[in-house]
């Protein structure tokens, strides 16, 4: 397991205090909690996508600020045998008791001025969460390798398996995470508009 959201949470802190912002005006911006930011920063709460995304749009910077480890102008590859070593981040999904359902693994944390984020995504099982839905502007596309999934799109439930894909605007309230007691793997690409 590695220690990337403790870099997250360090980074955003950092952001927001170069920018002389306090944690209120960085919620009434994003419409989170005070609470949620602090813990965010601290590290104490491991937050899911949606949060950070609101964040860095208050902050006034891409997402993959809080992500990045260099800035390449040029292709960036990702070795399938370099995926698993040390590069993951691990959020909570919105569960409610924040346990590490998700484990993301960026594919493109070099890229520079990046507006997509791709990630491969194992998913753990779960029985019965709480999920807490998430809206952002952008797009995001989804494409299960392995195991199943639920997609929770408005009022809609949509069941996917190995092959299935799924593409859906975000601003509409959404919750993907694996279908009951299964754990899955999936290729996610998040677009957002800056």
Do not use: C, W
């Not at 709460?45 to 809080?66: E, M, W």
């Not at 919750?175 to 999936?186: D, E, F, L, M, N």
């Amino acid at each position: 397991m590695s220690n990337h959201h403790t870099i997250v949470g360090f980074k955003i802190k950092g952001i927001r205090e170069s920018k002389n912002l306090s944690i209120e005006e960085i919620a009434e911006r994003s419409g989170l909690s005070p609470e949620q930011i602090a813990s965010i920063e601290n590290d104490e709460h491991l937050p899911s996508l949606g949060p950070l995304i609101k964040i860095a749009r208050a902050l006034g910077v891409r997402l993959g600020t809080f992500l990045d480890d260099n800035d390449e102008l040029g292709p960036v590859v990702s070795r399938a045998a370099d995926r698993f070593k040390d590069r993951s981040i691990s959020f909570s999904n919105g569960a409610t008791d924040a346990r590490k359902h998700m484990e993301y693994h960026p594919l493109a944390q070099q890229k520079a001025g990046r507006h997509m984020e791709p990630f491969i995504i194992e998913i753990n099982p779960e029985e019965s969460p709480e999920f807490q839905l998430s809206a952002h502007e952008g797009e995001e596309f989804i494409y299960v390798m392995e195991g199943e999934v639920e997609v929770i799109y408005g009022k809609d439930t949509f069941k996917l398996n190995a092959g299935d894909s799924i593409f859906y605007d975000s601003i509409v309230k959404h919750h993907v995470h694996g279908a009951p007691g299964k754990s899955a793997k999936i290729l996610a690409v998040v677009y957002i508009p800056f």
